[in-house]
């Protein structure tokens, strides 16, 4: 994943969340869970720099969206608690995996600003944005 | 607990997961908790590094499992919220104390990296392998 | 500060790394001290990542750039142990405020990746670049 | 880097270590800068554990020697007080990176547990292990 390929799903993110009406905060990190670019709207949430940064790693860190992630870690499923790890991980949606056409991850997109129906939106957005 | 058991105790979890199809993280803590040796098997998810390492030290630091653990931390039980404690605990299946013959505690094992179930017969299978 | 002038600035800065040769990891933070846009060149060092968002932190915080900052931390100036503070300083150079026509302080950018000659440099072409 | 010979790195590192009569610690990280391997070996410092992972990070994190990397972070030299970013940097002697034939960096190594010279030595052992 290149730096280009990284400001491109940005790119494509942040058109979806104009077009959304929202502000977000877009992180993507690369194959090894490192940032690689960021970007945060102008009026968008302070709070959400580290949850969009930390959504991304997550999925990269488990190899599925913090969506699918989440699901796991509800009271009464398997990884209950398990945020608290690794420095802290995003436990629902707006993280999503990034594959190149071969279907290898590349990296992945983070994205925090609205509720987290839209986050997933423009987080899938992204993704598809390569 | 010396190194070289140690590193049977992984060895033996890593046929575990071979045989299993899964890709594990191995930690194995000593009596004092500190990492000993840790193994990452190829391709499986960097977030359990962590997690690997933080259910062996849980088990070690209560002397429990830590799914016997774990129970008692969901919502409504005792220890309801004590994964925030030590820098973080792992409080789900795959964290095992292994006992020399004795029944002495020697040390502890921390498998992350499949279903919480796939982690528990993982790391039962290295705590049973000295 | 809008995201399209940290934009601005990240894209100056990097054209500056270009023409340097040099690989740059590059964090504008606005005037509150908090990550607005970042980027990662390729193959830029991975450890400049928190380094480069350091440096601008650091320079806002206390509105000098992280070299004046940092001759005040060195062994036997006043400010001696201060980059432990805030979870972390960045005392040498590379971190530069950048100034509206008034003068106002409106963010800060941080550059990692080369020598703190280097990073300096690029710093200054991105704080001159609005 | 594969988990095999990560172990064969840290397996011929502890084979030096045995030669200088010394007791180390030994931590293996890949390009993402992730913890593949570690071993303590017994008797060795507790302290040592964490050291010697950031070693190994320092090491591949900024693509140089912790040694390297360390002397320009001495009072008066342009890094000084570095090791306070990314959570804490070792800065002196005993991680180093390891190459392949092509001269790619596939991972680094870091030991810790007796002399700088000691621990450098036996670092440069492990990375020429493979």
């Given at each position: 994943m290149t730096l280009a390929q990284a400001e491109k799903v940005i790119a494509v993110a942040k058109a979806a969340a104009v077009k959304q009406?929202?502000?977000?905060?877009?992180?993507?990190?690369?194959?090894?869970?490192?940032?690689?670019?960021?970007?945060?709207?102008?009026?968008?949430?302070?709070?959400?720099?580290?949850?969009?940064?930390?959504?991304?790693?997550?999925?990269?860190?488990?190899?599925?969206?913090?969506?699918?992630?989440?699901?796991?870690?509800?009271?009464?499923?398997?990884?209950?608690?398990?945020?608290?790890?690794?420095?802290?991980?995003?436990?629902f949606g707006g993280g999503q995996l990034i594959r190149d056409k071969s279907g290898t991850i590349i990296d992945a997109i983070g994205v925090s600003g609205s509720s987290v129906e839209d986050d997933m939106a423009t987080a899938e957005a992204g993704a598809n944005g390569l």
């Open positions: 009406g929202t502000l977000m905060n877009i992180a993507v990190v690369d194959a090894g869970g490192n940032l690689k670019a960021f970007a945060r709207m102008d009026g968008a949430f302070l709070g959400s720099i580290d949850v969009s940064i930390k959504k991304a790693k997550t999925a990269r860190m488990f190899n599925m969206s913090s969506k699918e992630f989440g699901d796991l870690a509800q009271p009464g499923e398997p990884l209950y608690g398990i945020e608290v790890t690794n420095g802290g991980l995003a436990v």
